[in-house]
């Protein structure tokens, strides 16, 4: 006799937000992703930056989606062999394939928590693997929770 047991995954629904903003080469505007955060009812201390491969790798994930903004999956690039430290900035500028550096990632963080951040994209993210990024990158906390 076999038993079979379903096992349904638990997941939460995560926005993935962006910050419209000029490519500091070539001055293309497109939207930088910067972070993730839990659709309902999120606590500031969960916001993520997308400055590290994990985060990057479910906001990808969460993009892939068809009815997400075109391009914006293809536009996260993976840390360039160049770069070293924590964090790195994984948005490549659309037009020209310029790639800033983690400087310039930090600024459209700070200029994205004064307002003007976008929703471009919601998914849904297995508990565990969210719980193994929550709160990291930069380690700010979410003013708008």
Same mark, same amino acid.
């Given at each position: ?42 606590? =500031? ?10 985060? #990057? +790798?479910?906001? $990808?994930? *969460? ?51 004064? =307002? ?10 297995? #508990? +565990?693997?969210? $719980?193994? *990024? ?12």
């Amino acid at each position: 006799m076999t038993i079979t047991v379903e096992v349904r995954m638990n997941s939460l629904r995560v926005d993935v937000l962006a910050f419209d903003a000029p490519c500091e080469r070539c001055s293309f505007s497109f939207w930088w992703v910067f972070a993730l955060l839990p659709s309902h009812r999120p606590r =500031g201390d969960e916001f993520t930056t997308t400055d590290f491969p994990a985060a #990057v +790798e479910t906001a $990808r994930d *969460i993009l892939a989606d068809p009815d997400s903004e075109p391009g914006l999956r293809e536009q996260l690039a993976d840390r360039p062999a160049w770069q070293r430290g924590r964090g790195f900035n994984p948005n490549r500028c659309a037009s020209c394939g310029h790639q800033a550096d983690w400087h310039t990632f930090e600024k459209i963080v700070d200029q994205a928590l004064y =307002g003007g951040w976008i929703y471009a994209a919601v998914g849904r993210v297995p #508990v +565990e693997r969210w $719980r193994a *990024i929550r709160g990291g990158g930069q380690g700010v906390s979410w003013p708008y929770c």
